[in-house]
T-cell receptor, first 111, second 117 residues
Framework: EDQVTQSPEALRLQEGESSSLNCSYT??????LFWYRQDPGKGPEFLFT???AGEEKEKERLKATLTKKESFLHITAPKPEDSATYLC????????????FGKGTTLSVSS | GAGVSQSPRYKVAKRGQDVALRCDPI?????LFWYQQALGQGPEFLTY????????KSGLPSDRFFAERPEGSVSTLKIQRTQQEDSAVYLC???????????????FGAGSRLTVL
C-alpha cells in the first residue's frame, strides 16, 4: 500500500535556526513527489515537484531534495513568515489522479 | 475568478441532516478534485472529475457521499444523513490539464469546514 510519512509532526525554531523536514514514502513507481505549504484556514499551496533521486529544487529559504526512499525540505535561516504546515504528497493510484498526502509538519518560527 | 472558490466556508449541521458544498474552479480548468482533511491530518482524496465526467470516485467513504459536475465547471459535493465522523474540511482543487503534470498546476480552494453536532 502506498504510504507517505512525515516527521517531525511539529517543529519549533528560532528565527535564523536552520533545520530539515523529512518525508519518507513507499510507492510502486514514483511519478513525482510534491511539497505543499498550508497556512491556517487555507488550502495547500504548491511549492515543488521532484521526479528523480538526486534532484533538488530551491525557492527562497527552502530547498527540497529527493532520494529513492525519502525527501527533505531544508529551511535555511527561517523567518516567522515561514511558519505553516508543510505537506508532502505522491500520486498514489493507478491512474495517477489522486495525491496521497502525509500528515504534515507544523513549523513555528519565533523571532 | 482568480482562484478556486468554495462555499459555504463554514457549515454546522445536526447529525442526520443533508449538506451540499459548492466548488467554483478556476475558469477553464479541466480537472477537478475533492479532498477531505480531518483535524491534524493531511488531505485525503475523495473524487476526480475531468470536465463533467467523474472518472474516479474510489475515495468516497460511503454511499452517503455524492459529487457532481454537470456542466464541467461548478461542482457540488453532497453528504446525506451526516454523521459526526464527517466533520472535516472539504477541499476542492482544480488543474488546467489532465496530462502528466496536472499536479504541478493544481490550485486548492480554502475549503469548507463542516461540523456535525
Amino acid at each position: 500500500e502506498d504510504q507517505v510519512t512525515q516527521s517531525p509532526e511539529a517543529l519549533r525554531l528560532q528565527e535564523g535556526e536552520s533545520s530539515s523536514l523529512n518525508c519518507s514514502y513507499t510507492v510502486s513507481g514514483l511519478r513525482g513527489l510534491f511539497w505543499y505549504r498550508q497556512d491556517p484556514g487555507k488550502g495547500p499551496e504548491f511549492l515543488f515537484t521532484l521526479y528523480s533521486a538526486g534532484e533538488e529544487k530551491e525557492k527562497e529559504r527552502l530547498k527540497a531534495t529527493l532520494t529513492k526512499k525519502e525527501s527533505f525540505l531544508h529551511i535555511t535561516a527561517p523567518k516567522p513568515e515561514d511558519s505553516a504546515t508543510y505537506l508532502c504528497a505522491v500520486p498514489g493510484n493507478q491512474a495517477g489522479t489522486a495525491l496521497i498526502f502525509g500528515k504534515g509538519t507544523t513549523l513555528s518560527v519565533s523571532s | 475568478g482568480a482562484g478556486v472558490s468554495q462555499s459555504p466556508r463554514y457549515k454546522v449541521a445536526k447529525r442526520g441532516q443533508d449538506v451540499a458544498l459548492r466548488c467554483d474552479p478556476i475558469s477553464g480548468h479541466v480537472s477537478l478534485f475533492w479532498y477531505q482533511q480531518a483535524l491534524g491530518q493531511g488531505p485525503e482524496f475523495l473524487t476526480y472529475f475531468q470536465n463533467e465526467a467523474q472518472l474516479d470516485k474510489s475515495g468516497l467513504p460511503s454511499d452517503r457521499f455524492f459529487a457532481e459536475r454537470p456542466e464541467g465547471s461548478v461542482s457540488t459535493l453532497k453528504i446525506q444523513r451526516t454523521q459526526q465522523e464527517d466533520s472535516a474540511v472539504y477541499l476542492c482543487a482544480s488543474s488546467p490539464t489532465r496530462g502528466e503534470h496536472w499536479a504541478n498546476v493544481l490550485t486548492f480552494g480554502a475549503g469548507s469546514r463542516l461540523t456535525v453536532l
